[in-house]
């Protein structure tokens, strides 16, 4: 970075010298480095005496003292929107003044140096520019003194005792999120999400954690892969398996797909079981359950999509199903408009176990974010593409650049023949550039930060049935 850091000096106590005003600017600049201040910033320093300060003091604060420093900061609450930021400017924080005289007697007062009391006074103030305040919050105070602390520590100006004091603390509070770990009683269950394709696994998965983490679409077999959504509430977590739709393979890739759905029923606590309402058990279906019974798991038949015009076939669906297995209980929901899907989680509490959570209360998926773009591209292909061009279409992330601002992405899309690979880039690229669109838009939501995304487009004539080509493209059969 490019600071710029202006000094004057409107004092006679001291002489200011130029490795004082050098010292001054380090500390400038090593404060905004720790605070990951990522833009040019523009900051004036004046040095002071008391009696200036005071006038400062009582006209600006209306506070009859003088102090050891003051921030008139520039930006609201130190926020600046980044549209605002232009390459080469610098962007304005604000001004500080320091009192030489008060920091002198305080650097006394407290036995070190001066050389520490007027750093430690300038990323005190430097801390006021970006916004803390520790006059309002006690938060803001502590975590002000530690920085301050910090950036004077890798300055070779830690006060005496500083980092046995630091080690202490560290220790102390490892010691009291052990004592808390141990007190708190965790809860945790394995669901597994069950039923023909499109019935609304993934939308349902989607609704209870609040984020898209399973792709959503009108076409069957949408899942290829067991995809998990973690949603953690107070002390509880629960853990959901998306599995894909339960049919009859086709190809190699459907045969994986059955696989994991298959191996899903391991280790789960409980099975939410989903049809449709007014759809009647079929083959699939009497398979499925078969599997449930034989593996003794608890299990709920959840009916959706009440909200299409099917509530007078509702009672018949019930009726069918119900038959066909001792299920814990029957809840009809709108995965969509979120209908009836508390109750689900409602029936889902007396399967949680004591037991250690196995993922962070902050997280929601357990998938790698190479394969969560993967999966957003796909979903616009299924999307955009009204045939069957979709199922024959795989993504693959080629290469991923993570920056501070930017997120670039370069992804490969592959389909089965040349004729597929005219359609999914369409006329004049129009296709792919809305595949592109819509991806990254979605993709920016959940990475809340800017994102380019280069898409191509390359033929591998059946890659479904090639058990070289699934594995190439992430379909690995396990051992």
Same mark, same amino acid.
């Given at each position: ?70 921030s ?18 610098a962007?304005a ?11 002198l ?22 801390l ?8 309002v ?34 220790e ?52 290829r ?15 959901f ?19 994991s ?23 699939a ?6 599997k ?14 009440? /909200? ?10 019930? /009726? ?18 979120n ?11 007396p399967?949680l ?8 209360? /902050? ?15 796909r ?7 009204? /045939? ?21 992405i370069?992804?490969?899309?592959f ?6 690979k ?10 792919l ?47």
């Open positions: 970075m490019k600071n710029k850091i202006y000094t004057k000096n409107e004092q006679k106590i001291m002489t200011i010298t130029p490795a004082m005003r050098a010292l001054i600017k380090r500390a400038i600049n090593n404060a905004l480095e720790y605070e990951e201040v990522e833009f040019d910033c523009e900051i004036s320093v004046t040095f002071t005496d008391n009696n200036h300060i005071h006038v400062l003091n009582r006209d600006y604060r209306g506070k009859d003292a003088p102090t050891d420093v003051l008139f900061p520039l930006l609201e609450n130190g926020e600046i929107d980044e549209d605002d930021i232009v390459e080469g400017e962007v924080l604000g001004d500080i003044v320091l009192s030489v005289e008060k920091a007697s305080q650097s006394q007062e407290f036995g070190h140096s001066f050389e520490r009391e007027i750093c430690f006074l300038t990323v005190h103030s430097v006021h520019l970006l916004g803390y305040d520790h006059e919050s006690e938060d803001d105070e502590e975590y002000m003194n530690e920085t301050c602390e910090e950036v004077l520590s890798e300055m070779g100006l830690a006060r005496e005792g500083y980092e046995e004091e630091k080690q202490r603390k560290k102390e509070k490892l010691n009291a999120l052990l004592e808390k770990s141990q007190n708190e009683v965790k809860k945790t269950a394995f669901i597994a999400l069950i039923g023909r394709p499109n019935v609304g696994k993934s939308t349902l998965m989607n609704t209870i954690i609040g984020e898209k983490v399973a792709i959503v679409s009108n076409k069957p077999q949408t899942t892969n067991r995809i998990t959504g973690i949603y953690t509430e107070g002390d509880s977590q629960y853990v398996m998306d599995t894909p739709g339960m049919h009859k393979p086709k190809t190699k890739l459907g045969e994986y797909m059955m696989k759905a298959d191996e899903t029923l391991s280790g789960t606590d409980v099975i939410v079981y989903m049809t449709e309402a007014g759809q009647l058990p079929e083959k279906d009497l398979q499925i359950i078969e449930i019974k034989n593996a003794k798991i608890p299990a709920l038949l959840v009916i959706n999509k009440i /909200d299409a015009g099917k509530r007078d076939k509702l009672l018949v669906t019930i /009726d069918k199903f119900s038959k066909l297995h001792d299920f814990v209980s029957v809840i009809p929901i709108s995965a969509l408009f209908d009836g899907v508390n109750i689900v989680m409602d029936e889902l509490k399967f176990k004591e037991e250690r959570w196995y993922f962070p209360d /902050d997280l929601i998926t357990d998938m790698p974010e190479r394969e969560i773009c993967s999966e957003i591209i979903e616009k292909i299924l999307r955009t593409i009204d /045939d069957e061009i979709p199922h024959g279409t795989a993504v693959v992330i080629e290469d991923f650049k993570e920056g501070s601002k930017l997120i670039e370069r992804a490969e899309i389909c089965e023949k040349n004729a597929h005219k359609i999914i880039i369409g006329k004049n690229g129009e296709t550039k809305k595949i592109a669109t819509f991806a990254r838009e979605d993709m920016e939501a959940f990475f809340g930060q800017k994102v380019y995304l280069n898409l191509w487009v390359k033929v591998k004539e059946n890659w479904r049935d090639s058990e070289l080509h699934l594995n190439r493209l992430g379909f690995k059969k396990e051992n």
